[in-house]
């Protein structure tokens, strides 16, 4: 059986049914391409159990017909399907006619709730990769809705988008300067929630990830409230 076990941002966030799936498994592998979290090293401390760190091309091309006679457990960070890459696990399963057990975790799409703005006035989430793409047009689209935007990161090669980076490529790209809502390690002990206008954004240094923006929408009042609660600290 394959196990595919979300396991959040920090070591609050692991479910009992995480702890659970990983004493079933005879081997284990930690995904560490999609996001950051606990390390390795601890999270054998937390299992304790042995977990091998793997990259992109090993769980794309996983053969999963080795979880035929053994139990094989991937640990992704937040939830197993914030990011597309693991429904291919999902589909060979399937199709090869192999069990599979899914453990969802905490995510960015929930975690984002504790900014204070309400998780159904969000729009269509918006990836900002590492190339110049157009962030205006999906932005524009959301209309009132506020807009998540999602900065890439390549781990394994200390690479990321910043908060400063996407914010002056969307002033470039013709954005006004609107109110934005900068956030850095989210779900983290030292987790930082900064709400400016998006020149002023443009000026406070964000050195810590991972990173994300929002773009908010129209605003109901107790969003507004909340927000404004940020400034004060």
């Not at 070591?11 to 990983?22: C, D, P, Q, R, V």
């Not at 990259?55 to 992704?76: C, L, M, P, Q």
């Not at 999902?90 to 599979?100: E, G, R, S, V, W």
């Not at 443009?202 to 991972?210: A, G, N, S, V």
Request: proline share 2%.
């Amino acid at each position: 059986m394959i196990y595919l076990i979300g396991i959040g941002i920090n070591k609050e966030n692991i479910t009992l049914g995480a702890l659970e799936s990983a004493k079933k498994c005879d081997e284990l592998y930690l995904e560490s391409y999609t996001s950051i979290g606990l390390g390795r090293e601890e999270l054998e401390k937390i299992f304790n159990k042995k977990i091998k760190k793997v990259n992109r091309e090993f769980v794309e091309n996983y053969d999963v017909s080795k979880a035929k006679d053994k139990n094989i457990g991937f640990f992704v960070y937040g939830d197993i399907f914030s990011a597309t890459t693991h429904i291919s696990l999902l589909l060979d399963c399937k199709k090869n006619k192999i069990d599979i057990k899914l453990i969802n975790g905490i995510s960015i799409l929930t975690l984002i709730g504790n900014t204070g703005l309400n998780l159904y006035n969000f729009g269509k989430i918006i990836s900002v990769s590492f190339h110049d793409a157009d962030l205006i047009k999906p932005l524009k689209n959301n209309g009132n809705l506020h807009t998540l935007f999602l900065l890439d990161l390549d781990p394994e090669n200390n690479k990321f988008v910043s908060i400063n980076e996407s914010v002056g490529r969307l002033l470039k790209q013709g954005m006004k300067n609107k109110l934005c809502v900068g956030i850095e390690k989210l779900g983290f002990k030292d987790e930082r929630i900064v709400v400016k206008n998006a020149e002023e954004l443009l000026k406070i240094k964000f050195d810590k990830f991972p990173q994300c923006l929002i773009v908010p929408g129209k605003l109901h009042f107790v969003e507004e409230e909340v927000l404004n609660s940020w400034n004060s600290q």
